[in-house]
């Protein structure tokens, strides 16, 4: 049984799998991590490996407690992974990168896949049918477009995520709106047009948090998934402790 633990930058995502069967997932605070730890043992007292991904900051306390209750894989470049990683800096890769791609070859193998992360930046990850990882792209996602545009600019303000019901704004609001969640809608359905003219038989992955906000919008056929990183995760601490 496997523990799954994906560090942010604030909150962590605890996942628990049965071999391929997620049984549960959670999201806490980064500082409670241990007392989640010891509430996911007692549950499930057969978890016997682990795997942490990081792009946040784990707490050596937090640490400490795992590796005392189960074996530990903390994920980065040197771990084998299910596919040839052909990015020019693989040290730099982000990890959640590495575990999407991973997620991809499971479910999706020999086939041409682009991954798109919808969360605090938005992630373009392609892999060929010949299991070759090329690379891809990152931009701003939602929350950090509306952000930017309050930070860097005098007057405009800081706006709770919206979509609006047309891409002509009359005010300053929905301008921002529409300038913000249409820019977005058109820049991924632009990309995955620009693949799809090179490898027509792509299958295409959208996940993170704001995946379900977006995948009523666009245009282009994907498939929705919002425990895909999850599954990358577990995908990859079977495939190096078996």
């Known amino acids: ?24 997932k959670a999201v806490v605070d980064v500082l409670a ?8 043992f007692k549950k499930y007292p057969k978890i016997d490996k682990s795997i942490i991904a990081s792009v ?3 707490p050596k306390e937090a640490l400490v407690d795992l590796k005392k209750r189960c074996e530990v894989v903390i994920l980065d470049a040197s771990l084998k992974f299910p596919f040839q990683n052909r990015y020019a800096t693989p040290s730099t890769l982000g990890v959640d990168r590495m575990a999407l791609v991973a997620a991809s070859v499971k479910h999706y193998p020999n086939s041409n896949v682009l991954i798109v992360d919808a969360g605090s930046c938005i992630t373009y990850d392609f892999i ?3 299991n070759d990882y090329l690379g891809g792209a990152i931009s701003p996602g939602i929350r950090l477009r509306y952000k930017s545009l309050n930070d860097f600019t005098a007057n ?14 009359n005010s300053t609001s929905s301008a921002i709106h529409s ?6 809608i058109k820049e991924i ?12 038989d792509l299958t295409v992955i959208l996940t993170g948090g704001d995946a379900n906000l977006l995948s009523k919008q666009l245009k282009n056929s994907i498939f929705a998934n919002s425990n895909f990183l999850l599954e990358g995760l577990n995908f990859i601490l079977e495939h190096n402790t078996n």
């Open 56 to 58: 946040g900051t784990l």
């Open 128 to 130: 060929t049918n010949q």
């Open 189 to 200: 359905d632009g990309v995955i047009e620009e693949y799809h003219n090179k490898y027509p």
């Open 1 to 24: 049984m496997n523990l799954i633990v994906d560090v942010g930058n604030t909150f962590v995502k605890i996942a628990v799998f049965q071999e391929d069967k997620l049984l549960e």
């Open 33 to 40: 991590l241990e007392n989640n730890f010891q509430f996911f």
């Open 179 to 184: 300038g913000v969640m249409y820019g977005i």
């Open 156 to 169: 405009l303000p800081l706006l709770d995520t919206q979509m609006p019901s047309t891409i002509i704004g």
